[in-house]
């Protein structure tokens, strides 16, 4: 049957046809952009009327998340949904997803939206490596998580966790002024997990992308480099690839019976092996380099996934490092754009806030 939707929508759309995305931020900003080149119009459903998307979009709706109705009717006037950030709650993404295609599925959420989940289905259900992790509710569950993962660990919340935000490292078990005491008070009453400490060589990254024939690209490996927690710039393609991230990757994407584009981010060893610290179900900040790369970005990969398109060249033409303009670094946003072989990308935020992320720069490199 060529039909995947309660209302019989077609599993692959035709240009014109309208993609919902639930979240107005740069992703969605950038998302909308691509999916004009391609004639795709796009909705956006944000609870802010000034979001980047807004300028981007054929469409806004604001509401709130938790408004089932107003995303049920959202979704009425969408051949398909997607999102642009994980944390989307289960009855919103129910709502949607019985008025229209939800692409990825709701069980991409689950499954990426609890720290614990997530570990546990990469570990248990795909045979992949992750770092020791154990359940914690409580500081008794701390005090024998710690016991059995040692020192240093990182407690993490299950849940809402991003940029570092919701995570404390424990360093030492120190009688007075113990680190184990102080993270629990950071962090409680949130159930968490405690994590071992990875010392890994580099941090790097795989975005993919999954098509609703089953088909898979993937772009090259990244490597990211954090200041503050948050991402600073992302090179690629990384060196150093012999395909297992790819693989890894694809094997997730099957499991979920996912469409379209996921970033999944790795811890990498000194000899090379690969940990799977977490997956977002989203175009993800370290695939922003493929927009000037010379293939198919992962913002049009994603809309052609949605809409049941073939999915596109992911085989980048040029390497290029991208850097986050982070806070007011975005206003040095004139010298930049007038460097030869830099892109300038700016989101249209219109306050300028610390850690927030205001737009980036591509630079080709080779
Ligand atoms: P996350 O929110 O899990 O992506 O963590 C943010 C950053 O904290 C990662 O990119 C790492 O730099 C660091 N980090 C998180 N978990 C661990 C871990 N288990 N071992 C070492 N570093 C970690």
């Not at 054929?58 to 009717?73: K, R």
């Not at 701390?142 to 849940?159: I, Q």
């Not at 927690?229 to 297992?244: F, M, N, R, V, Y």
């Not at 695939?287 to 980048?316: I, K, S």
Request: glycine share 10%; net charge negative; with cysteine.
């Amino acid at each position: 049957m060529n039909t995947d939707s309660p209302r019989g929508t077609k599993q692959s759309l035709s240009p014109g046809a309208t993609i919902g995305i639930l979240g107005g931020g740069q992703l969605g900003q950038m998302l909308a952009l691509a999916g004009a080149r391609l004639g795709l119009k796009t909705h956006i459903y944000s609870p802010s009327a000034d979001c980047p998307a807004a300028s981007t979009a054929a469409q806004l709706t604001v509401g709130e998340y938790e408004d089932t109705e107003a995303v049920l009717s959202f979704a009425k006037s969408c051949d398909a949904v997607t999102y642009e950030f994980e944390n989307v709650p289960a009855q919103t993404a129910k709502a949607a997803a019985s008025a229209a295609p939800l692409r990825p599925s709701a069980r991409a959420l689950d499954v990426s939206q609890d720290r614990l989940v997530e570990k546990s289905f990469l570990r248990d259900q795909l045979g992949l490596d992750v770092a020791g992790f154990e359940d914690v509710g409580s500081i008794h569950d701390l005090r024998r998580a710690v016991k059995r993962l040692g020192l240093p660990c990182v407690l993490k919340t299950r849940r809402f966790g991003y940029d570092g935000k919701g995570q404390v490292i424990i360093r030492t078990d120190a009688v007075n002024g113990s680190d184990i005491e102080a993270a629990w008070e950071a962090l409680a009453p949130a159930p968490c997990i405690l994590e071992a400490f990875v010392p890994f060589a580099r941090e790097v990254s795989i975005v993919a992308a999954r098509g609703v024939n089953g088909d898979i690209a993937a772009y090259p490996l990244t490597e990211n480099i954090h200041e503050n927690h948050i991402l600073k710039t992302s090179s690629a393609p990384a060196g150093q690839d012999d395909g297992s991230a790819a693989n890894m990757a694809a094997s997730i994407l099957e499991q979920l019976n996912y469409v379209g584009v996921m970033g999944v981010e790795f811890f990498q060893m000194s000899d090379g092996q690969l940990i799977v610290n977490e997956i977002a179900p989203r175009v993800h900040n370290s695939g922003h380099w493929t927009q000037d790369a010379g293939c198919t970005d992962q913002f049009e990969q994603h809309m052609r996934a949605v809409a049941g398109w073939p999915l596109g060249d992911a085989n980048p033409r040029h390497k290029v490092v991208m850097t986050n303009l982070i806070g007011d670094q975005v206003s040095a946003w004139k010298t930049l754009a007038q460097q030869p072989g830099v892109f300038l990308h700016l989101y249209g935020k219109s306050e300028i806030r610390k850690g927030r992320k205001m737009g980036h720069v591509n630079q080709i490199t080779g």
